[in-house]
């Protein structure tokens, strides 16, 4: 099946600063999908993004579909940001079903 | 997007015993998924729920131990059966919501088993 690596796997920073997660996957997708799991385990849904850029705020996101990765920028960085940002994909072909990244583990201290 | 329930929401239970969970959806989805996610690890697919008809197991999950039910477009339970402190996990379900494709994923049930 197909495999998700995400990086860093941990990511400390400081109130302010900027950061870049990256997630590559080993073959072509339908969809790709940026969560943030908060403290309390919530999954949100941050992006649906199989190609292309958009932004959200602080956050943007770029898929390059034809090398097989996606970037997640986070902006002007606060201590809410923290918890584990997770990479998803569903193979082409493969009915629906999301594969996880092992994600990253990102802690903002003030 | 989708507003997703799940009951309950934490637990502590006795090694051999069974827990159902439960997710609501507040619209009619055609799929409906469960994960697993162990302590400190990522979500992993145990299976897919489709209304009508028997859930499709992942590799390394089995009916007898996670018996899923879906007697409706909105609605879903999964049972761990049998527990041990293995299974002591965040369970959550998730809906596909069509069109996009995009998935939304319960609060989750944190499950402790002792």
């Known amino acids: 099946g197909i495999q998700v690596e995400q990086s860093p796997p941990d990511l400390i920073l400081q109130e302010g600063a900027n950061s870049t997660l990256r997630c590559n996957f080993s073959?072509?997708?339908?969809?790709l999908q940026w969560f943030h799991q908060n403290p309390w385990g919530q999954l949100i849904n941050l992006f649906y993004i199989p190609s292309g850029t958009k932004q959200n705020g602080r956050l943007s996101a770029t898929t390059v579909a034809t090398e097989r990765y996606s970037l997640l920028y986070i902006s002007s960085s606060q201590t809410t940001d923290s918890g584990v940002y997770f990479c998803a994909v569903e193979q082409q072909g493969g009915s629906e079903k999301l594969v996880f990244g092992k994600g990253t583990k990102l802690t903002v201290n003030p | 997007s989708a507003v997703i329930s799940q009951k309950p929401s934490r637990d502590i239970c006795q090694r051999g015993t069974s827990l159902t969970i439960q997710c609501q959806v507040d619209s009619q989805v055609t799929m409906m998924f469960w994960y697993r996610q162990q302590p400190g690890q990522s979500l992993t697919l145990i299976a897919t729920a489709n209304q009508g008809s028997e859930a499709t197991y992942e590799s390394g999950f089995v009916i007898d131990k996670f018996p899923i039910s879906r007697p409706n477009l909105t609605f879903s339970t999964l049972t761990v059966s049998n527990m041990s402190p293995e299974d002591s996990s965040i369970y959550l379900c998730?809906?596909?919501?069509?069109?996009?494709?995009?998935?939304?994923f319960g609060p989750g049930t944190r499950l402790t088993v002792l």
């Open positions: 998730s809906v596909d919501t069509g069109g996009t494709d995009t998935q939304y």
């Open positions: 073959d072509s997708v339908n969809n």
